[in-house]
């Protein structure tokens, strides 16, 4: 009789154990499978621009377009929009080795390209050293200097009514023909 209250009590909690794991499996296929909404169409997003541009926000940035700081924001990203479409090399001049004070783009340096000061933001900055011992991806980029003359590439500019300037995302930079960065694309993901 003993013999068999072990065994019970010894499959009553593997029993438990994996009724929980197969539940909490199956939550968090649901989850997953309502956190992938379907893509918007045209229409649809035609209308939720219209909607935020109606929304206190919306007006804001449409006011800060049309007044000249947002003008000139709005030109100098379009002398670089075809540089940054073909991601091709653009000449930078570092202008500054810190960001705007309030800035929340993580680190950064500002850089003139053409005549035109820039945003050239590359992202938060992790502390420390990562899991291989090597230390952190900015590392190289805290070597630039004032006048220093580099080569960048990017995927995108962007603009902000709280920023006097485009925000450049940094992929690639270069100096004296060496690679000091170059950002390394996301796992796991789109």
């Known amino acids: 009789m003993n013999t068999k209250k072990i065994i019970y009590a010894l499959i009553l909690p593997l029993v438990v154990v994996s009724g929980l794991l197969f539940a909490n499996r199956e939550t968090k296929n649901e989850t997953s499978k309502k956190s992938n909404p379907r893509p918007l169409s045209a229409a649809e997003r035609e209308a939720v621009l219209k909607k935020w541009e109606a929304s206190p926000d919306g007006?804001?940035?449409?006011?800060?377009?049309?007044?000249?700081?947002?003008?000139?924001?709005?030109?100098?990203?379009?002398?670089?929009?075809?540089?940054?479409?073909?991601?091709t090399n653009m000449e930078a001049v570092v202008t500054s080795l810190s960001l705007l004070p309030g800035s929340r783009l993580g680190f950064g340096v500002m850089v003139r390209i053409n005549g035109d000061d820039y945003i050239l933001?590359?992202?938060?900055?992790?502390?420390?050293?990562?899991?291989?011992?090597?230390?952190?991806?900015?590392?190289?980029?805290?070597?630039?200097?004032?006048?220093d003359k580099i080569m960048i590439r990017s995927h995108?500019?962007?603009?902000?009514?709280?920023?006097?300037?485009?925000?450049?995302?940094?992929?690639?930079?270069?100096?004296?023909?060496?690679?000091?960065?170059?950002?390394?694309?996301?796992?796991?993901g789109c």
């Open 59 to 87: 007006i804001m940035h449409k006011k800060w377009e049309a007044s000249p700081a947002g003008k000139k924001v709005l030109a100098s990203a379009a002398k670089i929009k075809k540089s940054i479409r073909d991601t």
């Open 121 to 147: 933001a590359f992202g938060p900055e992790k502390s420390g050293k990562n899991d291989l011992n090597f230390n952190n991806e900015f590392e190289q980029l805290h070597s630039l200097k004032v006048t």
């Open 156 to 188: 995108s500019v962007s603009y902000a009514p709280k920023y006097a300037y485009p925000i450049v995302t940094g992929d690639y930079v270069e100096r004296d023909g060496k690679i000091i960065y170059k950002r390394v694309p996301r796992q796991g």
